[in-house]
């Protein structure tokens, strides 16, 4: 294949969050290679204590296509994950981005 998969795995249950991977492009040329890639929205109430591990893996049912083989190493991986605090709601749309809808008759 020509992708590795990221996915969020819930460390107490041992499942993919929201059954979401992400494709990291990849290429088997003998040189190293950076790539920085947002990762699919997920959403999940973390309680205290709850723990996640981020997992780069070789293949995912929804992306299989087996073209290319090849050996990677991977190193210095960053994650960072958008949080909010308990009780705080934040809108789908900001009011600049809302479009008026049209009445259905």
Do not use: C, W
């Not at 893996?57 to 050996?71: K, M």
Request: glycine share 8%.
């Amino acid at each position: 294949a020509r992708h590795v998969y990221a996915q969020v795995v819930d460390n107490s249950t041992g499942r993919v969050l929201g059954n979401i991977v992400s494709p990291v492009p990849v290429t088997l040329d003998g040189l190293p290679h950076t790539v920085t890639i947002p990762l699919d929205a997920i959403v999940y109430t973390a309680e205290p204590g709850d723990s996640l591990t981020l997992q780069i893996v070789g293949s995912a049912t929804a992306f299989e296509d087996f073209t290319a083989f090849g050996g990677i190493a991977v190193s210095n991986v960053q994650l960072a994950l958008p949080t909010v605090a308990p009780g705080v709601a934040t809108p789908a749309l900001s009011p600049g981005n809302q479009k008026q809808l049209a009445p259905v008759a």
